[in-house]
């Protein structure tokens, strides 16, 4: 089945600063990759997603970035502030409908102003 | 977006006695919705694979006899945790996906077993 690791677990930059995040996975089937966002005590929320025909993906201050060959994602947050603290989560799943994903273990991000 | 409910946000129970969450999906059918269990600090764990008009699908570790879930028509799945015990106490969160579309996560019920 996939497995899906991600690093770091926490990360702390200045506010302004950018922030990265990568994930690995394991099943080369895998072809959709969401990025998620919860904060404290609340759902999870979709940030970003990339499916595996694209290399690249951005939307404003977020990016994604695919590599299908080496199994590597990653996720951009440029001009970080404190509302982007929170916990990010990758994903990734076969992008058949029914199939769960398989989140990787989160990212703690706090942005210190 | 699609708009996942669940039902309740919080439950306090004693030690022994069960425990129904409701998850709903309030614009769109889902045949299939999924039960996570997040303990603090950590990841989504999937529970189980809810399917419209069949048995749940348990993840590896995953007692069926203890979570019953249940998942009676399109837009509502039930997970009931039986004899719940304070190392089930944990926040539980449903969610259902559209086809070849995002995964839509309910708010999460949190349950805290005395």
């Known amino acids: 089945g996939e497995n899906v690791e991600q690093h770091p677990s926490t990360l702390s930059v200045q506010e302004g600063d950018s922030a990265v995040i990568k994930c690995t996975y394991s099943d080369s089937a895998s072809n959709y990759f969401p990025w998620y966002k919860q904060e404290l005590g609340k759902r999870p929320q979709l940030i970003i997603d990339i499916r595996s025909n694209v290399g690249e993906k951005k939307d404003q201050r977020i990016a994604v970035t695919l590599n299908k060959t080496a199994k590597h994602f990653s996720l951009h947050i440029t001009e970080t502030q404190p509302e982007d603290s929170a916990v990010y989560f990758c994903?990734?799943?076969?992008?058949?409908?029914?199939?769960?994903?398989?989140f990787g273990p989160g990212t703690r991000l706090s942005v210190l102003p | 977006g699609a708009v996942v409910s669940q039902h309740p946000s919080w439950v306090i129970c004693k030690s022994g006695t069960s425990v129904k969450i409701e998850c709903r999906s309030l614009d769109f059918q889902a045949t299939t919705m999924f039960w996570y269990r997040q303990f603090p600090k950590q990841s989504l764990m999937l529970m189980a694979t809810s399917n419209e008009g069949s048995k749940a699908t348990y993840e590896q570790g995953v007692e069926k006899d203890k979570f019953l879930i249940n998942h009676a028509s399109l837009t509502l799945s039930t997970l009931t945790v039986t004899s719940a015990h304070p190392e089930d106490s944990s926040f539980y969160i449903c969610?259902?996906?559209?086809?070849?579309?995002?995964?839509?996560f309910g708010p999460g019920t949190r349950l805290t077993v005395l």
């Open positions: 994903a990734a799943r076969l992008d058949n409908y029914g199939q769960n994903f398989v």
């Open positions: 969610s259902a996906n559209l086809p070849y579309n995002e995964q839509f």
